[in-house]
């Protein structure tokens, strides 16, 4: 598989999966040394979820790009991932980012997907209606850490920093509407390139149990 | 020749790999059931896409199907089908009995923070309704963590979907 353009349909659901395994991926890495026990156990089931819709995503991508959920995720180079820059960053040990990119991504997640529950083609509309069922939960638990952080100097600095990353996620049509939600003028935004270092460190921990295994092992 | 009825039957004695005490079909992940002639066709909608239960739901209803003398063809369906709707008033019940409060309804608009913390859901061991959202999130993505002030008791609440 190349970086080659893939049909819009694929194009659409590897970028949308790819978001949500790496950000899965990221959120789990405060599994175990979250601040509280409590938020090692949401930040857990919030990169479970993901990863969930990741691999739904997936399998109807392989529909199209051939093999399965597993070799999509894991089989490509690094440079063939689509995944938008925001999710890509190691914030951990730092909370306030941490909150900050749950906020900013949620809601934008929230856009994208009702758009999507909307689209024309009947097996997208009801992944999407499938996966915003999930999303609930995630958008209550950001809600619930913005009205506790919302005036903290860090958080303030870290929403500032982290804006042109959250338009990012979003096609352009759809920013205006996160612009709107979020209470901020629109900037420029920091788009969907080639993934840089820091995802290349993630993606050789992410794909090592499946590139020292034999081509063609079974888990 | 196996019949509908008895593949349902099948199916009805697999418990849910995670909460045993209820089965797949009380929990609502059978959607159909049809055979034709040795062949059994089985959708398959399953709950929270990122459930490690679902392989194990997958396999076990390959394996009833199979002891039924007939050739097995699970098709999960990735569609919207599946809510917590979908658990049996039956299903429901055994679920409070096992220490696990069942999901309230759905209804027209997704929950909200102010819903979930007001002492309205039941506590499965006493039946107060004094509890309190201590975690949206807990051993599972489907359930959250409450605690009854009346019996002093966490318990897991399911979560609507």
């Known amino acids: 598989m190349t970086r080659a353009q893939a049909e819009p349909r694929t194009e659409l659901l590897l970028a949308l999966a790819d978001d949500e395994l790496i950000l899965g991926w990221r959120n789990s890495e405060w599994t175990g040394i979250a601040p509280f026990l409590e938020e090692d156990v949401a930040f857990s089931s919030i990169a479970q979820n993901e990863i969930g819709h990741a691999r739904a995503l997936y399998e109807l991508a392989a529909r199209e790009l051939g093999g399965d959920a597993d070799s999509i995720a894991f089989d490509r180079r690094p440079e063939e991932y689509r995944c938008a820059p925001l999710v890509q960053l190691q914030l951990v040990p730092d909370w306030a980012r941490t909150i900050a990119r749950h906020v900013l991504y949620e809601t934008a997640d929230a856009i994208r997907v009702e758009a999507l529950k909307d689209h024309e083609d009947a097996e ?51 920013r205006p509407a996160l612009a709107e939600r979020v209470g901020r003028d629109e900037v420029e935004a920091v788009e969907r390139t080639a993934p840089g270092e820091e995802f290349a460190a993630l993606w050789a921990e992410m794909t090592m149990v499946r590139r020292s295994a034999p081509v063609g092992a079974q888990w | 020749m196996v019949t509908e009825a008895a593949v349902w039957e099948a199916l009805a004695e697999i418990p849910d790999p995670e909460i045993p005490v209820i089965s797949l079909v009380d929990l609502g992940v059978v959607k159909s059931v049809s055979v034709d002639a040795a ?51 039956t299903g429901r019940e055994k679920l409070r009995e096992a220490g696990f409060a069942p999901p309230p309804p759905r209804t027209e608009s997704a929950p909200t923070l102010l819903q979930l913390q007001q002492p309205v859901h039941r506590c499965p061991y006493c039946g107060s309704t004094e509890t309190r959202l201590d975690n949206l999130f807990g051993p599972t993505p489907c359930r959250s963590v409450r605690y009854c002030g009346s019996c002093r008791q966490p318990f897991e609440q399911f979560k609507t979907i």
């Open chain 1, 124 to 174: 997208l509309a009801g992944i999407a209606a499938k996966i915003e069922r999930e999303e609930v939960y995630h958008r209550l638990h950001a809600e619930m850490w913005l009205e506790r952080l919302r005036s903290e100097p860090r958080y303030v600095e870290a929403v500032e920093e982290l804006w042109p990353y959250a338009l990012g996620v979003l096609d352009a049509d759809l």
């Open chain 2, 39 to 89: 062949r059994v066709r089985i959708e398959f909608t399953p709950t929270f896409m990122g459930c490690p239960a679902l392989e194990v739901m997958r396999t076990q209803m390959e394996e009833a199907v199979a002891a039924l003398g007939a050739e097995p063809q699970v098709d999960v369906l990735l569609d919207d089908s599946w809510s917590t709707d979908r658990i049996s008033p």
